[in-house]
């Protein structure tokens, strides 16, 4: 193996950047030329490279988003996107593509593998919401992150009896509202995975409370409940005479000097990634469990559910009231 590679693709997420450096220095110790593809798909598609060398991977272990840049590509998912960027891939001699994102990401480069080019994931994405690993570069570092503003918001919350209904990212997924809400002491958490009614879940949780002398509440909602949370607060303070407001923590989550887990688990998995490579193993993906670090078939890993943590969520239900 000659050239490889190496792109940022879908949400950034802090600790890109540092498997970025961990794929490119590997790769450089290992006599390999790396090309940086800019803004996803769409570099890959135009030829948008940069030559990386061991030092223009320096200073960025500590910085969240990407250096790289990301975007979303509509013409990437395209067979004549795909076809120009296979045409690319070839005129620039690129024998292998690590891919860090999620999800959407990875259907690319399962795409790009089948059609001829070898390609590795890595899983980056704040929502945690990749199957096959029970945690992604990012992740640790939002979820901190929401933990920080939460309780910054509680300071306020405390001194005026109220209550703070907080919407967190996840897409999809309640990973970072549930983990986030237990962290952080919720009342109520409320996530997409497990069916709820305000009445039950929130309004009568809180009036139970109230009757302990409970005063302030934190309500978190995660963003994929699809929930008007300025609405929610609204309608809270009508029922228990709480005065209520919402907070939508926004790309707020996203940015920030990732946390020691995610640099070091974003190291081990883009040395990972890169071993693969080198041995000829493509369409796979690099994934954590249990921190440990291994892969998968990119089209299995696509086809894993993942659940919630029922123990958890009960753990939650239990101890916050
Ligand atoms: P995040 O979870 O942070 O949003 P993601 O990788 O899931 O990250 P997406 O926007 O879903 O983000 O996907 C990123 C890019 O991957 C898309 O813009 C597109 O170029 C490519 N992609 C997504 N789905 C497919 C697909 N089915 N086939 C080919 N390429 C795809």
């Known amino acids: 193996m000659k050239t490889i590679a190496v792109l940022t693709s879908g949400g950034d997420a802090p600790g890109m950047n540092a498997a970025v450096r961990a794929v490119v220095r590997t790769a450089c110790e290992n006599g390999i030329k790396v090309l940086g593809v800019v803004r996803g798909y769409n570099g890959l598609i135009n030829g948008d490279f940069i030559e990386m060398d061991l030092r223009s991977v320096s200073d960025i272990i500590n910085r969240g988003g990407t250096i790289l840049y990301s975007a979303r590509s509509a013409e990437f998912a395209t067979e004549e996107g795909m076809r120009k960027a296979v045409r690319t891939c070839r005129e620039y001699g690129i024998e292998g593509v690590v891919v860090i994102g999620g999800d959407g990401s990875f259907r690319g480069a399962r795409d790009l593998s089948e059609r001829g080019i070898p390609c ?69 958490i409320l996530i997409p995975e497990i069916p709820f009614e305000i009445e039950k879940h ?19 909602v995660a963003e994929g409940v699809g929930l008007d949370v300025k609405q ?14 919402a907070t939508i923590l ?72």
Request: hydrophobic content about 40%; aromatic content about 6%.
């Open 120 to 188: 590795v994931g890595i899983p980056g994405t704040i929502d945690n919401d990749i199957a096959c690993c029970d945690y992604t570069i990012g992740y640790d570092t939002c979820l901190n992150t929401i933990m920080e503003m939460v309780d910054r918001i509680r300071d306020t919350t405390e001194s005026h009896d109220r209550c703070s209904v907080i919407e967190v990212m996840g897409r999809r997924a309640g990973f970072l509202a549930l983990n986030s809400g237990i962290a952080c002491g919720a009342t109520a």
């Open 202 to 220: 929130v309004i009568e949780r809180m009036k139970r409370t109230q009757r302990t002398d409970k005063k302030h509440f934190i309500i978190i």
């Open 232 to 245: 929610l607060a609204a309608e809270i303070q009508s029922k228990t005479g709480v005065e209520s407001r």
């Open 250 to 321: 926004g790309h707020t989550q996203r940015g920030g000097y990732p946390t020691a887990k995610d640099r070091v688990m974003a190291t081990r998995m883009g040395n990972y990634a890169v071993k693969l490579l080198m041995n000829d193993i493509g369409n796979r993906v690099v994934a954590a469990q249990k921190e440990e670090v291994l892969d998968f078939d990119i089209f299995e890993a696509l086809n894993m559910k993942k659940s919630v943590d029922m123990e958890l969520y009960n753990v939650a239900h239990e101890v916050s009231i």
